[in-house]
């Protein structure tokens, strides 16, 4: 049995002639069918470019970065696509610090082969200056539970985070046109990569002396399994690769049957994967709106907090200065409406009303400037 993507622990007799046995009854240990996946959810992170995948019990987090490096000498035009995986202990005793072993290049290179050689993702557009400078995209797995098909799995978070991830723009400038300019996201909207089509890995595995086929293995399955096999397409059927990892031989007719369920699976995948990311995409636009208020709202904002500032400055006057205040105003009032109406004609009294509707103006508009013309105002 291949060792490197299955569990190195073993089961007990009983516990293998039982899930040996059940799959003679087309019944698997957690309820399934033979060929029913498990339940797939997928979620994202603040930042672009972070996904969370989990597949049934398996867990995997995957984070898309980007650099300005310069080009392969065969590949002057082309942009780089690398990924790497890390298998945390925490996910399964079997696997250990340090230097990734043989589990984790192998499923490193299945999922790198899927995306590469399918050409899933447009290398070409990800070239800045030819033969000097091009985006290389480092795709980081790290695999937090090992419930069984690590494969499946790390393949949907990379696919997940490569769609929502945002690469600053670039402009060429100076006087050769040689000068690369760098745009930051507040400066300039950050662009999205071209993926043409989602290359899905589906995994089959092949269990007891018959060769019994089942879809999405778990972990206690890959330990009793004979053998394995991914294959790798997209939603409208088109093979971007196949990997038999070793163990008991396949038919050819088995390959195909393979195939077809394969074209299935990845379909409803997709669409899984494209509804994810629609959502997060609205959700990113929404936080973008909330980001950027409107220069009315904040102008609002400062003029309520200048009325507040005034109403407490008026709160804050003794109440025996209003008072005194109340009767200079009164006295000086009733004076003036006195004199007015012993020395004053009908013409004059015409003249004093218009005169009172712009004193009524002024103090109106006074009101707008200050807390003091605010008070005189209210007295009249």
Not at 76 to 101: C, K, R, V, Y
Not at 155 to 182: M, S
Not at 263 to 283: G, L, R
Request: charged fraction near 25%.
């Amino acid at each position: 049995m291949d060792g490197r993507l299955a569990n190195t622990w073993r089961l007990t007799v009983n516990e293998k002639k039982f899930i040996e046995t059940a799959l003679a009854s087309n019944l698997r240990i957690d309820g399934r069918n033979p060929l029913e996946y498990r339940k797939i959810t997928i979620k994202f992170g603040r930042e672009d470019g972070s996904s969370e995948v989990h597949l049934g019990q398996t867990h995997v987090m995957g984070f898309v970065t980007g650099q300005l490096v310069q080009p392969y000498q065969d590949r002057q035009n082309e942009g780089m696509l690398l990924i790497f995986t890390e298998f945390s202990p925490m996910a399964d005793p079997s696997f250990e610090p340090g230097h990734p072993g043989e589990s984790a290049v192998e499923l490193g290179r299945i999922v790198d082969r899927g995306l590469r050689e399918s050409r899933a993702v447009d290398t070409e557009s990800l070239c800045v200056l030819s033969g000097k400078l091009v985006w290389a995209i480092r795709i980081d797995l790290h695999i937090l539970d090992n419930g069984g098909n690590l494969v499946d799995a790390a393949n949907i978070a990379a696919l997940a985070a490569l769609l929502t991830f945002r690469r600053p723009e670039c402009t060429l400038g100076g006087d050769d046109g040689q000068e690369v300019t760098v745009h930051p996201p507040e400066e300039r909207e950050p662009l999205p990569l071209i993926v043409h089509h989602l290359p899905i890995a589906i995994t089959f595995a092949f269990l007891g002396s018959q060769g019994k086929m089942v879809v999405d293995p778990t972990h206690s399955e890959e330990a009793v399994m004979g053998g394995r096999m991914t294959v790798t397409v997209n939603a409208i059927g088109d093979s971007c690769s196949i990997q038999k990892a070793g163990g008991e031989g396949v038919p050819q007719s088995v390959i195909m049957h393979c195939l077809q369920l394969a074209s299935m699976s990845a379909e409803s995948i997709t669409k899984k994967i494209n509804n994810a990311v629609e959502a997060y995409s609205t959700e990113r636009a929404l936080r973008k709106i909330k980001r950027h208020p409107t220069s009315a709202a904040g102008n609002v904002s400062v003029a309520g907090s200048d009325v507040k500032e005034q109403n407490k400055t008026v709160e804050q006057v003794g109440g025996s200065e209003l008072s005194r205040h109340h009767m200079e105003r009164l006295r000086v009032v009733s004076e003036e409406t006195c004199s007015s109406r012993s020395n004053d004609n009908d013409g004059d009294i015409k003249s004093s009303e218009q005169g009172g509707t712009s004193r009524g103006e002024s103090n109106a508009v006074s009101f707008l400037g200050g807390t003091s013309s605010w008070y005189g105002a209210s007295t009249f």
